[in-house]
C-alpha cells in the first residue's frame, strides 16, 4: 500500500517522539530504559482529575478540548510515565455520529436502545461512518492542544538528567500521546447488548443467529472506530492502540471468523500513515508506518491471531506470563504489559518482586512496554504508581 505521510509538523516527522523511549520500544529496539505507561492512567485513582471533573459528565469532559487535553496531562506529569493516552472513550465515535449513548458513572456506556437484531442493526447502520470526519473537530483539537503541551517545557523539559537517578534521558525525546480506538467486537458488545455486560452474550448470539446482520454492524462499526483512529494519528498522536477488551469473551474460531477481518478493516485506516524523519544533514530517511498495538483482556488463547491482524506490538493481560506470550506472537513482536493491576494494592515488597518479575519475563520479547494488565482500578493510591513508574525506569536500564 502506498502510504500517505504524515505533515512535517507531526511529532513523529519532526523527530520529537520518533526517537523516544515508547516509540523505539514499539519498533523493537530496545531504549537506555524500558519505557512505561498505564492503561486507565487518567481518570478516577487522580484527585486532581476528580476535582476537574465535578459537574461535568463524562462524555461532556471528552468532548471539551481543554479537559480532555488537560486530563490526559495529568498523569504524565504527575508519574512521568514515558506516554500520554488520550482521554476520551470507545464510545465517543458513537455519540459523535448521532448514537444516543451516555457513561454512567460506576456502570460505563449506556445506549438508548440495544441492537441486538436485523432492523435495530438495519437503522444504526444507517448513519453514513464518513459522518465522523465532520463531527471530529473536538478530536482534533483536543490532540493538538495535548501535543503542543507536550512538545513544550511544561511536561517534556522537566525530563532532564536529574530524572532516574541522574541518569541523562535526553535520548528519551518528548512524551508521545497514544491514540485509541475501541475494536469492533468490543463497541458490538455494548451495541448488542445496549450497555455493559458480563458474558457478551447478545453479540455472541447476533453472530451465529443472523451473521448477515453481524457482518454489517462489525462493518460500519469497523469504519466508525478506524476513522477515530486516523483522526487522533493525523491530529498528532505517535502510536494507535486498539481496545478489544472483551474478545477473550471468543472462541478463537469465532474470533478468526467473525471478528479479526472487522478489526483488519479498522485498522486499515492507520495502516498507510507514515512518517519520515530528517538526519542531521537534512536529509530525509526511509519512511515508517505509526506503530499500532493490539490489546484484549483473557485473549490468552487469541494472541497469535491478534497479532495477525496486522498491527506492530500486542498487548497482554495479566493471565499470560510475558515469556509464553512471546512463543505465541513470535519472537520478533514487541510486547507490552502485564502487571496484575490488583499488586498495586499489595504491600510494595511483594509488588516490586512483581514488577521484577514481569521485566524478567520480558526478556523473551525484543522490546518491552511495561504496562498493567488491564486498567488501573480506580481506588488505587497514585502516589504507588509513581512509584512503580521510577522503579521500571531503574530496573529497566540497560
Ligand atoms: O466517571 C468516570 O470517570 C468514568 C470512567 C471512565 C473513564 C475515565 C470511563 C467510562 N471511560 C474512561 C476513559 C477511558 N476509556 C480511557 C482514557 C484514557 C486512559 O486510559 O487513561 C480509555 C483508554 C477508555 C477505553 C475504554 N472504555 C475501554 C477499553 C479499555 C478497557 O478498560 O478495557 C472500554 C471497555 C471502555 C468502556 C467503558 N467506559 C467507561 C467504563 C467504566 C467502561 C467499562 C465498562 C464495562 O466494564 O463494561
Not at 498523569?75 to 514515558?82: A, E, K, L, M, S
Not at 438495519?122 to 473536538?138: H, Q, V, Y
Not at 487522533?232 to 471468523?257: H, I, K, N, P, R
Amino acid at each position: 500500500m502506498s502510504g500517505v505521510i504524515l505533515s512535517p509538523q507531526h511529532p513523529l516527522s519532526a523527530g520529537l517522539t520518533s526517537d523516544s523511549r515508547l516509540v523505539r520500544a514499539y519498533r523493537g529496539e530496545r531504549a537506555d530504559t524500558t519505557p512505561v505507561w498505564f492503561m486507565r492512567q487518567a481518570g478516577r485513582s487522580l484527585p486532581e482529575y476528580r476535582d476537574l471533573r465535578v459537574g461535568t459528565r463524562m462524555l461532556d469532559a471528552c468532548l471539551d478540548p481543554a479537559m480532555a487535553s488537560e486530563i490526559t496531562l495529568q498523569p504524565v506529569r504527575r508519574h512521568r510515565v514515558d506516554a500520554g493516552i488520550f482521554f476520551s472513550d470507545i464510545v465517543v465515535p458513537l455519540k459523535l455520529v448521532g448514537v444516543d449513548v451516555e457513561i454512567q458513572p460506576g456502570r460505563g456506556p449506556v445506549f438508548g436502545k440495544g441492537y441486538g437484531d436485523a432492523s435495530a442493526v438495519a437503522e444504526l447502520t444507517a448513519i453514513d461512518p464518513a459522518r465522523l470526519d465532520e463531527a471530529s473537530g473536538p478530536i482534533t483539537e483536543a490532540v493538538q492542544r495535548t501535543i503542543a503541551e507536550l512538545n513544550t517545557t511544561a511536561v517534556a523539559g522537566s525530563r532532564d538528567a536529574s530524572d532516574f537517578g541522574g541518569r541523562s534521558s535526553t535520548s528519551s525525546g518528548t512524551t508521545p500521546l497514544i491514540g485509541f480506538a475501541g475494536a469492533p467486537f468490543t463497541l458490538a458488545a455494548y451495541l448488542t447488548e445496549g450497555g455493559p455486560s458480563k458474558d457478551h452474550l447478545a453479540a455472541r448470539t447476533l453472530m451465529h443467529a443472523d451473521p448477515g446482520a453481524w457482518r454489517a454492524l462489525m462493518e460500519w462499526t469497523a469504519e466508525l472506530t478506524g476513522r477515530f483512529l486516523r483522526t487522533q494519528v493525523l491530529a498528532g498522536a505517535s502510536a494507535a492502540q486498539l481496545f478489544d477488551s472483551w474478545a477473550g469473551a471468543l472462541s478463537l474460531a469465532d474470533y478468526e471468523t467473525h471478528v479479526a477481518p472487522a478489526s483488519a478493516k479498522a485498522l486499515s485506516h492507520v495502516h498507510d500513515l507514515e512518517y519520515r524523519t530528517t538526519d542531521a544533514a537534512g536529509q530525509a530517511q526511509a519512511a515508517r508506518p505509526v506503530p499500532v498495538v493490539h490489546f484484549g483482556v483473557g485473549t490468552g488463547e487469541l494472541l497469535g491471531a491478534m497479532k495477525e491482524v496486522g498491527v506492530d506490538v500486542v498487548g497482554v493481560d495479566y493471565r499470560v506470563p510475558l515469556s509464553i506470550a512471546a512463543e505465541r506472537v513470535g519472537a520478533d513482536v514487541p510486547l507490552q504489559g502485564n502487571l496484575d493491576p490488583a499488586l498495586l494494592a499489595a504491600p510494595w515488597p511483594v509488588l516490586e518482586a512483581a514488577v521484577r518479575e514481569v521485566l524478567r519475563q520480558a526478556e523473551a520479547a525484543p522490546a518491552h512496554v511495561f504496562n498493567l494488565g488491564h486498567g488501573v482500578p480506580p481506588d488505587t493510591d497514585p502516589t504507588v504508581l509513581t512509584r512503580v513508574v521510577e522503579l521500571v525506569h531503574e530496573a529497566g536500564a540497560a
